[in-house]
T-cell receptor, first 112, second 114 residues
């Protein structure tokens, strides 16, 4: 069983569209994250949710809206997509240890 | 969390030990050293972590200097599948669970060759 899963794996869309990426973890963790990895391979945290509550928001544009229907799911909705949103987006969850995060396989978003 | 510095790239012959250094000279007493790796196009993968003692698990060994200003990740018998970018991250033990966040640097690109 995949611990942290994301859908879709690839997403190609036009500028201005709205799209969502879904993430699910079956590890029973309370805290989940979204990271963005740009074309230069820098991996940066975007959001963190604990038990459906927003904990960390790293000054991400408000076009990005995470939603957590329950603690096993953290979805990312992006409005009015821009070229600069093209990146790989990773979902992660954290267990008992402060630094041990479990990452999903990533969603490669391409905005044309 | 303390800043870490790693060489941008390293090569290692298959079957040999890969020793990946990390400098964290400003690390504080309550910060752990964590290592992750990212194989091409995959999500980062946790490898190992330590505070001040050397650690070993099924994937690797972690050697932390006595002054804790640097550490070395050792892959004892590197294989081609170990080719990846390796990240060294310092994170406070205080930031457990809800508020912890990983700050990834540029890492070391390890190329394992035949």
């Amino acid at each position: 069983d995949t611990a942290v899963s994301q859908t879709p794996k690839y997403l190609v869309t036009q500028m201005g569209n709205d799209k969502s990426i879904k993430c699910e973890q079956n590890l029973g963790h309370d805290t989940m994250y979204w990271y963005k990895q740009d074309s230069k391979k820098f991996l940066k945290i975007m959001f963190s949710y604990n038990n459906k509550e927003l904990i960390i928001n790293e000054t991400v544009p408000n076009r990005f809206s995470p939603k957590s229907p329950d603690k096993a799911h953290l979805n990312l909705h992006i409005n009015s997509l821009e070229l600069g949103d093209s990146a790989v987006y990773f979902c992660a969850s954290i267990g008992r240890l402060a630094g041990e995060q479990f990452f999903g396989p990533g969603t490669r978003l391409t905005v044309l | 969390d303390a800043k870490t510095t790693q060489p941008p790239s390293m090569d290692c012959a298959e079957g040999r030990a890969a020793n990946l250094p990390c400098n964290h000279s400003t690390i504080s007493g309550n910060e752990y050293v964590y290592w992750y790796r990212q194989i091409h196009s995959q999500g980062p993968q946790y490898i190992i972590h330590g505070l001040k003692n050397n650690e070993t698990n099924e994937m690797a060994s972690l050697i932390i200097t006595e002054d804790r200003k640097s550490s070395t990740l050792i892959l004892p018998h590197a294989t081609l599948r170990d080719t990846a970018v390796y990240y060294c991250i310092a994170i406070s033990a205080i930031n457990t669970g809800t508020a912890s966040k990983l700050t990834f640097g540029t890492g070391t690109r390890l190329q394992v060759t035949l």
